[in-house]
Each structure stands twice: as structure tokens, then as C-alpha cells.
């Protein structure tokens, strides 16, 4: 079965500090991952994916198939990016979404 | 493109009554899917649909409730004798043909008294 697996409810990192959201998935198959982000008072809102391997808003995330993960890092946490994010596995036309990582970045 | 479009955006029904979700998707999208958001548990998925077909309701609970996307107007989520436990907020998300992102509306939070 597929799985996708946040284990920080929340996560609380000082303005400037390095942040790692992690996240863990279970599919037998090629997965695609993304991350997904809601900030406040917005919707749901795709931040990236990792075939484009592309970094958006400082953000970057590598899949490592071997350690079955697609943490998502920045070097420099901002205010601005305090918000729940979501980690999401696509197995085609089926999306599995994490239960999420509520993210405050203190000034 | 108005984006995906969830309405009402605030629901109050009392235990017994019904609850009628809709969501339009985005232009040109024909794959629909329905997450419920229990506070303190992120995005359970329920339903997946394309128009006129259920590919996917192994999230949905095997009563009361029932999701369709018609062939014309938007995908409706249908719950029925709602009880406390279904408060929550609902969310509507549309893709295009095939993989790739999905695109979610602001969601649709209902409150049974």
C-alpha cells in the first residue's frame, strides 16, 4: 500500500537557521513526489516537485530512493515561510498526502 | 482561469440534516479529488472522480456518504444524517489529464451542531 509519512507535527526553527521538513514514502512502484504548501488563510498550493529538481523560494528536496525520503530543506528558514506543508505521492492519477508539518519560523 | 471554485465556504447543519459540498474544477480539468481536513491530521483523501465516473472511493465511509462529478455543473459531495464527526473542512482539488499537479479550491468547512 502507499504511504506517505510525516513524522514532525510541528517544527519550530529560529529566522536564518537551516530547516528540514522530513518526509518518508512506501510505494512499490516509480513514485512521484511533491511538496505541497498552505500558508496562512491561502489554499493549498503545489511549492515543488521532484522531477523539475528545481529549487522554489530556497526551498529544494531530493528524492532518495534507496532511503525511500523527499525531505525538504532550506539553508535559511524566513518568516515568511511559516506554513503547513505537505509531502504527496503520486501514483499516477492518485494523490496520498501526508498529515502535514506546521512550520513557525520565529523572528 | 477562476481556479478550482468550493462552495459554500462555511456550512452549519444540525446532527440529522444534509450537507451538500461543490466543486468546480478548473477549465479543462476532467479528474476531480475530495480530501477531508480533521484538525491535528492533514489531508485524508476520499474520492477521485472523472467526469461521470467514481475511479477511486476507497477514502469515502461506506455510509452516508456519496460524491459525483455529472457529466455538466460541478462535482457535489453528498453527506447525509451528518453527525459531530463530520465537522471539517473539505477540500476539492482538480487535475488535468494524466499526472502532474493538482490544483486545490480554499475548501469548504462544515460545522454540525
Known amino acids: 500500500a502507499q504511504r506517505v509519512t510525516q513524522p514532525e507535527k510541528l517544527l519550530s526553527v529560529f529566522k536564518g537557521a537551516p530547516v528540514e521538513l522530513k518526509c518518508n514514502y512506501s510505494?512499490?512502484?516509480?513514485?512521484?513526489l511533491f511538496w505541497y504548501v498552505q500558508y496562512s488563510r491561502q489554499r493549498l498550493q503545489l511549492l515543488l516537485r521532484?522531477?523539475s529538481r528545481e529549487s522554489i523560494k530556497g526551498f529544494t528536496a531530493d528524492l532518495n530512493k534507496g532511503e525511500t525520503s523527499f525531505h525538504l530543506k532550506k539553508p535559511f528558514a524566513q518568516e515568511e515561510d511559516s506554513a503547513m506543508y505537505y509531502c504527496?505521492?503520486?501514483?499516477?492519477?492518485?494523490?496520498?498526502f501526508g498529515t502535514g508539518t506546521s512550520l513557525t519560523v520565529i523572528p | 482561469n477562476a481556479g478550482v471554485m468550493q462552495n459554500p465556504r462555511h456550512l452549519v447543519r444540525r446532527r440529522g440534516q444534509e450537507a451538500r459540498l461543490r466543486c468546480s474544477p478548473m477549465?479543462?480539468?476532467?479528474?476531480v479529488y475530495w480530501y477531508r481536513q480533521l484538525p491535528e491530521e492533514g489531508l485524508k483523501f476520499m474520492v477521485y472522480?472523472?467526469?461521470?465516473?467514481?475511479?477511486?472511493e476507497s477514502g469515502m465511509p461506506k455510509e452516508r456518504f456519496s460524491a459525483e462529478f455529472p457529466k455538466e455543473g460541478p462535482s457535489i459531495l453528498r453527506i447525509q444524517q451528518v453527525v459531530r464527526g463530520d465537522s471539517a473542512a473539505y477540500f476539492c482539488?482538480?487535475?488535468?489529464?494524466?499526472?502532474?499537479?493538482?490544483?486545490f479550491g480554499e475548501g469548504s468547512r462544515l460545522t454540525v451542531l
Open positions: 477549465k479543462g480539468h476532467s479528474h
Open positions: 482539488a482538480s487535475s488535468p489529464v494524466g499526472t502532474g499537479e493538482l490544483f
Open positions: 472522480l472523472q467526469k461521470e465516473n467514481i475511479i477511486d
Open positions: 521532484h522531477i
Open positions: 510505494y512499490s512502484g516509480s513514485p512521484e
Open positions: 504527496a505521492l503520486s501514483t499516477g492519477n492518485q494523490f496520498y
